[in-house]
């Protein structure tokens, strides 16, 4: 049955050729932007993507395209799927070609996506009204094996979504439960910010895990990477996250909590319980430390996290740990780069003004 709302999906790899792919089969419109054009060229070729795995079927698409003044023309929804370290250059783009009325969700947004998304519009001169929001994590596990294909392994049972300002939640929950219902409305962005697990669950154990990365052995990085010692810290680095969530006044799961709800997995530690995801099945480890697991989920997971703790009186000394290790192990400046609040254009203010801002999306 055809839905009404119509699509853009930024970002032709393994998240967007899934999404497009699945909205396409639930029957709505759907268009697909990336700038490469042999992942355009095929899948144009053949008209959509084929899905496999907890979907299956064909899913033609409107157009793909590398035009991306074409590809968000007339679209109710734009949603980014990219990683986070592109959303700056994307809102670049983005900023002369959105239209007032238009909804941009980030998806996932890492933490502080939209503050930042906000800025780069604004100081990319955009006039158009529209709504940002993003949500905390990607609705899948997947992956793209070759453009035009994608395996959707696992689809979660949870999804939370908030907007900026937090008023227009309700709007852009609505809209996104229209193809997923398990789609739940957060308090603010916040809420989906300090949920993004990818922070907790990536970067620590790469670095511990630096003389396995840099060997000849094949390993797979949730059930060989997250050893119970590992597990273990990785636990009490999420202590941490929770103590930002209760000082922001959100409702956030810790981490084991969030994968029995996301994933149906019940186990004592985080060691035990990522083994026990089939998702996670043949998700290999990296051979090389310079990866998004640290490239990405420093900068614009932990930096904003320890920023944002800074500015509540929330210790985090074991984020501050990870986050200064990777940066030495990979020479990166990730604090002189990433999502502080004086690159969001917010070091100025107090905590107060800052919530304020959260609510109502004025200064």
């Not at 799927?81 to 994307?90: D, E, G, L």
Request: proline content about 5%; hydrophobic content about 45%.
């Amino acid at each position: 049955m055809a839905k009404t709302t119509k699509w853009t999906i930024i970002g032709g790899g393994n998240g967007g050729q899934s999404l497009a792919g699945h909205l396409s089969i639930m029957g709505f419109s759907v268009r697909l932007y990336d700038i490469f054009e042999e992942t355009i060229d095929a899948i144009s070729e053949q008209g959509g993507i084929h899905v496999e795995g907890a979907v299956q079927g064909f899913g033609a698409l409107e157009f793909a395209t590398t035009d991306i003044a074409k590809a968000v023309d007339g679209a109710d929804v734009v949603m980014v799927v990219a990683p986070a370290t592109a959303h700056r250059a994307i809102a670049e783009a983005c900023a002369p070609v959105l239209a007032d009325g238009q909804i941009v969700i980030l998806h996932p947004g890492a933490t502080c996506g939209t503050l930042e998304f906000k800025k780069v519009l604004a100081d990319q001169g955009c006039s158009a009204r529209v709504t940002l929001a993003e949500t905390n994590t990607l609705i899948y596990a997947c992956r793209s094996p070759r453009p035009g294909y994608a395996k959707i392994i696992g689809i979660k049972k949870d999804l939370v979504v908030a907007a900026l300002p937090a008023r227009d939640t309700a709007e852009v929950a609505s809209l996104f439960q229209e193809a997923f219902p398990q789609v739940v409305a957060g308090k603010n962005v916040l809420q989906p910010s300090l949920g993004n697990a990818n922070a907790i669950v990536h970067p620590a154990p790469s670095l511990l895990n630096t003389s396995l990365i840099e060997s000849a052995h094949e390993w797979s990085y949730y059930y060989d990477g997250i050893t119970p010692s590992i597990g273990a810290f990785v636990e009490k680095l999420d202590s941490e996250r929770m103590a930002l969530a209760k000082v922001f006044e959100v409702d956030l799961l810790p981490i084991l909590t969030w994968y029995k709800v996301a994933y149906g997995i019940d186990k004592p530690t985080l060691s035990e319980t990522v083994r026990s995801n089939p998702a996670y099945d043949g998700i290999a480890g990296q051979k090389e430390l310079r990866t998004r697991y640290i490239l990405e989920d420093i900068p614009t997971g932990l930096v904003p996290m320890i920023e944002l703790g800074q500015l509540s009186g929330v210790p985090t000394p074991r984020m501050e740990v990870v986050a200064k290790l990777g940066e030495y192990l990979v020479e990166e400046d990730f604090f002189g780069t990433g999502r502080t609040l004086k690159n969001l254009g917010l070091e100025d203010m107090k905590l107060a003004d800052f919530m304020n801002y959260i609510e109502t999306g004025n200064r």
